[in-house]
């Protein structure tokens, strides 16, 4: 992978339980993102995290970020069928001041209601 | 709602014909990006601008070439398609700083 590794590849859960995502990188970042796809349409952003900070939550959303170990989690609690899709991590690294993005291989969850 | 627009939405074309693939945005942002996505997997970078008249090549290796006359506007351009070139492009872009990147919906390229 370019900059980000995420697992598990997949996961399939049943609707209520917690989904929990992990992304790992390989530079110095500015920041982490972490973005959704439904069946290959458009990526939605669903939060930021800064090299400075450790932890960050959005509704049902609970993101960390361990720069020591370069690595990030997502989890989603309270899954819903609704929250089917792909989940990626997206990381700018530190040494490039153009802005540039990468995405990692992605985490494809089902949510079986 | 995101105010980037990719067209055309789907595109099937002969081997060996020009193409170029339209981005727009109207959010004023400085940073535009080209992603190729085949089906199930991860989107490699081919290509960003930082503003008007910068261009840089992304992680993936292309034939492809884009131009940065305008802030609104990123298209990319196949010279010559092939067969290889099937994918998914999704182009995308944000604001300077530490900022959330919005994405167009895509356009699926077909070389028959």
């Known amino acids: 992978s370019q900059q980000g590794e995420e697992d598990p590849q997949a996961l399939s859960i049943q609707e209520g339980e917690n989904a929990t995502m992990n992304c790992s990188y390989k530079?110095?970042?500015?920041?982490l993102q972490w973005y959704r796809q439904n069946s290959g349409r458009g990526l939605v952003h669903l939060i930021l995290?800064?090299?400075?900070?450790r932890e960050k939550h959005s509704g049902r959303l609970r993101v960390t970020l361990d720069t020591s170990k370069k690595s990030s989690s997502l989890l989603i609690t309270a899954s819903r069928a609704a929250d089917t899709a792909s989940y990626f991590c997206a990381t700018e690294p530190y040494y490039n001041q153009g802005g540039k993005l990468i995405f990692g291989q992605g985490t494809e969850l089902s949510v079986k209601p | 709602e995101a105010d980037i627009y990719q067209t055309p939405r789907y595109l099937v074309i002969g081997t060996g014909k020009k193409i170029t693939l339209e981005c727009s945005q109207t959010?004023?942002?400085?940073?535009m990006y080209w992603y190729q996505q085949d089906p199930g997997m991860e989107l490699h970078l081919i290509h960003y601008?930082?503003?008007?008249?910068?261009?840089e090549k992304g992680d993936l290796s292309s034939e492809s070439t884009v131009s940065r006359i305008r802030t609104e506007h990123f298209p990319l351009t196949l010279e010559s398609a092939r067969p290889s070139h099937t994918s998914q492009y999704l182009c995308a872009s944000r604001r300077r700083g530490n900022t959330e990147a919005f994405f167009g919906q895509g356009t699926r390229l077909t070389v028959v």
């Open positions: 959010m004023g942002h400085d940073k």
């Open positions: 530079t110095s970042i500015n920041n």
């Open positions: 995290i800064r090299s400075n900070e």
């Open positions: 601008s930082y503003g008007v008249n910068s261009t």
